[in-house]
């Protein structure tokens, strides 16, 4: 840890060190937003905005920010969110962020575009495996996929719900990047102008057995990461009938990712799941949408009693975090941090984005003067 504590002493600092590794691409696939990239930053402001009431003269000697999340005891109010390609960041990056997580305590969140098994990651992410997922328009195969998350002893199904068709990110499509990944002169060419993470990712994939593929999908689907997919692409018709379908499949907690409306909070009341992740995306679907953290207010008054409410856009800091928490949520999903981490040094690197952000969660807890999280309200917000 001692390496990347000397070069990276917060998240923008380990963000740079990611960006001079990656290649163009799959720095800006995991960096940018959609259309004219404007949310993200968005998020970020509005998060900055948000000022904390140091309360001065308490003891604060004895801080834990510990939770409980889903009937679980956790150390941090962290979950990490599903994010894709982290195997195309280093060697293995999945494996490096769950077990990353487990060390910390924390929840790992895995994808449906997975490129690692489900047993795989079970055996890392022992501090909580969840398994986010899209439903496809075949719903038999995304049944299927639900029914295997379950048998590997995933305990949270995390459904997003945020995007109904492929998002317009015009920049992955300069950069020669698209989903699935496709060969091309511009990805090849660009791969080769970081010739470092090309010979301890790329190359070492070929060295044993090939680029990663996707591991859960089913068998009807086929698995490369560069093939064609179009049959399970994301689907336009997934709608509350659906949801309703999940709760009577899925024994274990259920979570719709993508939350930004107070009626939609309360339909998910009514359709009896367990939580919700008010969220944007990261800024990565749809321009337009308003920064996650200016509609958490509104809906935790509305459904707050009756579901968890986690957030999930635009954390940058731990006082980022402190600030949701005051708001009303539960616990925070953090997305980009752990991948830059992972960018940079593999599990070492995201399990130091992991521990900035604990540090930084301490710092505040003492300059607002709590001990505890759940003693944070809106009191502490100016």
Known sequence: MGTYAAKAHNIAQLRELARRRLPRAIFEFIERGTEDDLLIARNVAALQAINLIPRTLRNVAERDPSIELFGRKQPL???????????????????AIATAAARAGIPFTQTTSSTTSFADIARC????????????????LSWRVVDAAGESGADVLVLTVDTPMWPLREFNKRAGMSNPIRPNATLVGDFLKRPSWFASVIARY?????????????????????????????????????VAELRRRWQGKLVLKGILSVEDARLAVEHGVDGIAVSNH????????PPAI????AIVDAVGKDLTVLFDSGVRRGADIVKALAIGA?????????????????????????????????????????NRLHDLDRSYLA
Not at 77 to 95: H, M, Q
Not at 283 to 288: E, I, K, L, P, Y
Request: glycine content about 12%; aromatic content about 8%; hydrophobic content about 45%.
């Open 282 to 289: 990261g800024g990565r679907n749809f321009d337009s949408s």
């Open 77 to 95: 109010p962290i979950v990490i969110a599903p994010t894709g390609v982290s195997d195309l960041l280093s060697y293995r990056g999945e494996r």
């Open 294 to 297: 200016t509609v958490l207010p």
């Open 206 to 242: 070929y060295l044993n057995g090939g680029l990663p593929q996707f591991a859960n999908y089913p068998a009807a689907v086929g698995g490369k990461l560069t093939g064609v997919v179009s049959r399970v692409a994301n689907s336009a018709s997934v709608c509350w009938d659906d």
């Open 125 to 140: 992410a022992t501090s909580g495996h969840w398994m986010q997922m899209y439903l496809w328009e075949r719903r038999d």
């Open 330 to 370: 539960k616990a925070v999903l953090i997305g980009r941090a752990t991948l830059y981490g992972c960018a940079a040094g593999g599990e070492e690197g995201a399990s130091h984005a992991i521990a900035l952000l604990a540090n930084e969660i301490d710092v505040a807890m003492a300059m607002v003067g709590v």
